[in-house]
């Protein structure tokens, strides 16, 4: 699925869709899940991703965003759905600072335009603002997205071979980062017993 080039990264805007949004917007979700998933993206999917199933997924993320368990925000330009990311929150009693981010999707025709940048940008800022700390993440060993992260600042912990699978069936090696949102968070200790 081909799409139009965008204008300049000055023409893009980043901001979150609520649970309504999102399930009003889940056909425009899914374009940009397919056209990703038919570039060959390792993103979970295997080809041929149905819309059937690329729909199902959309709403089961606006049903995340609903119960507040994730943040899911949308690049667009001129209204148009060109790339969209989420922050997805540990819920472990442990992890209360930790959030994953995941499914960081850019149209082929909107990459190299800086929205994948914005997008990460983003996700940090709506990280901080959920009070979270610390984020991880995983991507394709020599992606494009694993040379993004690591210019953005993420530290690389390392590389797992095999890890995942192509839409096609080959195994791809997976990087994995985190970032430090702030210092050491004011955690209190449990009294001791």
Not at 145 to 160: I, P
Request: glycine share 8%; net charge neutral.
């Amino acid at each position: 699925m081909a799409t139009a080039p965008v204008p300049a990264p000055a023409d893009v805007n980043v901001r979150a869709l609520d649970a309504a949004e999102a399930r009003a917007r889940v056909a425009e979700l899914s374009d940009v899940l397919l056209d990703c998933v038919e570039g060959g993206a390792s993103v979970s999917f295997m080809a041929p991703l149905t819309r059937a199933r690329a729909d199902a997924f959309w709403h089961g993320v606006a049903d995340g965003v609903e119960a507040a368990d994730r943040v899911l925000l949308a690049a667009e330009d001129g209204g148009r759905l060109v790339g969209t990311v989420q922050v997805v929150f540990a819920w472990p009693e442990n992890q209360p600072h930790r959030g994953d981010v995941a499914k960081m999707l850019v149209a082929r025709a909107a990459r190299r335009r800086g929205v994948g940048e914005r997008l990460m940008r983003a996700a940090e800022d709506a990280a901080r603002a959920a009070g979270r700390t610390l984020l991880v993440l995983d991507t394709v060993t020599g992606s494009d997205a694993e040379r993004l992260y690591a210019r953005l600042g993420w530290v690389r912990v390392g590389s797992v071979p095999d890890y995942a699978l192509w839409p096609d069936g080959r195994p791809c090696a997976t990087t994995f980062f985190y970032r430090q949102l702030a210092p050491t968070p004011p955690w209190t200790t449990p009294p001791a017993s």
